[in-house]
């Protein structure tokens, strides 16, 4: 059980992880941190909070776990805040959704306290953001990912470890590059793809008749391109480099696809479209 959290960066994620600790009784005191009182206040109305701070290095006094559940271009600065204020024994966490920029933000910010920081990425999550977005069981059933570096603190991966299984997630570790390339093709690319499909649409002159008849198959497509475009700024520029090279690999699967209409060619795609069906229906599980 743990004492004290303090959640910095109380929206979806962060208030998500407070209601369901709370849920389980898995935590006594839960403080936020943010830059907007009347949130934070919200926060304690909903019971996702029981106090706040608005100054970062107060709300981690005495803390014995802090979560940073920020956008990732906020990290450097919010951890950069807390460092002295830290306790020797705290343990910190983050849920971004890029590993490596934090690591960076954390080994050129955290000085001694990087051994008590694990980073971790809840797979969960909704396109709503906010406070009041949070609920209690996003996490239950989904995986949830450590990638410790080598001279991480085991005691510290333990209490994070056993926080997110609190929360009913399933916890994985994996290297800090391995979670940036997979997460860049089952995360970033559909998010970039439904972002730029609705940004193509919006711009045509017809557009109003476009979406007029837009039906299921457009809503389960780009229900995602209504998430926090900060997020996804920030994800972009943190994950760039995995993200490129396969928007890369997209355009020229693309090509394919635009080459055998240009073609005439009812075989290619065919078999393009069955084998994606048959990709499709083997993940049972989403
Ligand atoms: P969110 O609902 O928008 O919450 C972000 C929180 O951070 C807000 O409470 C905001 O509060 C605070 N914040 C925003 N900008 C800040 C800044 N510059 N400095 C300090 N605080 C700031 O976003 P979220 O969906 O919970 O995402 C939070 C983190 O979780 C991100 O790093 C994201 O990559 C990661 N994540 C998201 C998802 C998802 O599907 N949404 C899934 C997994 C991981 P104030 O405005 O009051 O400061």
Redesign the pocket.
Known sequence: MIEHLTII??????SSLALALKQQGFVKRVTGC???EA?LQKGVELGVLDDYSLAVSEAVAGADVVVL????G?MHS?MRQMAAGLDANTVVTD???AKASVVEDARATLGEHMTNFVPG??I???ER???E?GFATLYQDRKTILTPEADTNPQAIDVVTQMWQATGADVETMSVEHHDHVLAATSHLPHMLAFSLVSHLSKMSDQDEIFGYAAGGFRDFTRIAAS?PV?WRD?CLANGDALLSLIEGYKLELDHVSQAIRDNNPDALYELFRDAKHTREQLRNL
Do not use: E, F
Not at 69 to 72: D, F, H, I, K, R
């Open positions: 960066g109380v929206g979806l994620i962060g943010g830059r907007t949130s559940a920020v956008p990732l906020a919010t849920v971004g959704s990425h809840p969960a999550g909704t953001s906010g406070v977005a926090d997020m994800i």
